[in-house]
């Protein structure tokens, strides 16, 4: 079964720094890219951070330019977001989600984590 | 960036009936890369529609997208009980990716 499943979410206060994880399971994870996505409460999307199959191509929204970082590794099927010098507005539910073409940057996104809360207060 | 605006912000519809779901570019959309996603409560997105009118895996022929340029559409033909959603435009041809606002399909 492919599957996302995203930790290391909590209560922060602002200034501080997290780590998200993505664990992905269920398909060849060096073939995608794969994004960070997240959705303030009672909110609509928001794209945060993406990084193709090899980390050679990296994006990030503006709202967060600087602060967050996004990384993989291959070796351990896994996905990551440092997000330092946290606001209240990063206060959201961040989906780690999966690429939906092969060794594209460009892709829908197919496979979405269930979230995890990150509360910055 | 480029900025998507849908339209309506919530469509009152009753089962069986048509619902047509507007997404509307600031800019042309490179080569077509326009996705829509559902989402229920207390759930994740699910992609519906990728490169502006194919189905992603398992998705039923009701929904289909339509579009070119700055101007695409959401069509599901007779709403089935489970389609009463939140639904979101996407473009992935330009950084950053963008969403849209999202429109409530909901129960008339």
């Known amino acids: 079964e492919v599957q996302l499943v995203e930790s290391g979410g909590g209560l922060v206060q602002p200034g501080r720094s997290l780590r998200l994880s993505c664990a992905a399971s269920g398909f060849n994870f060096d073939d995608y890219a794969m994004h960070w996505v997240r959705q303030a409460p009672g909110k609509g999307l928001e794209w945060v951070s993406g990084i193709s199959w090899n980390s050679g191509t990296i994006g990030y929204a503006d709202s967060v330019k600087g602060r967050f970082t996004i990384s993989r590794d291959n070796a351990k099927n896994s996905l990551y977001l440092q997000m330092n010098s946290l606001r209240t507005d990063d206060t959201a539910l961040y989906y780690c989600a999966k690429g939906h073409t092969v060794t594209t940057f460009r892709g829908a996104f197919d496979i979405w984590g269930h979230g995890t809360m990150v509360t910055v207060s | 960036e480029i900025v998507l605006t849908q339209s309506p912000g919530t469509l009152s519809l009753s089962p069986g009936e048509r619902a047509t779901l507007s997404c509307r570019a600031s800019?042309?959309?490179?080569?077509?890369?326009l996705a829509w996603y559902q989402q229920k409560p207390g759930q994740a997105p699910r992609l519906l529609i990728y490169g502006t009118s194919s189905r992603a895996t398992g998705i039923p022929d009701r929904f289909s997208g339509s579009g070119s340029g700055t101007d695409f559409t959401l069509t599901i033909s007779r709403l089935e009980p489970e389609d009463f959603a939140v639904y979101y435009c996407?473009?992935?041809?330009?950084?950053?990716?963008?969403f849209g606002q999202g429109t409530k399909v909901e129960i008339k």
């Open positions: 800019q042309s959309v490179k080569s077509s890369y």
């Open positions: 996407q473009q992935y041809g330009d950084s950053p990716r963008t």
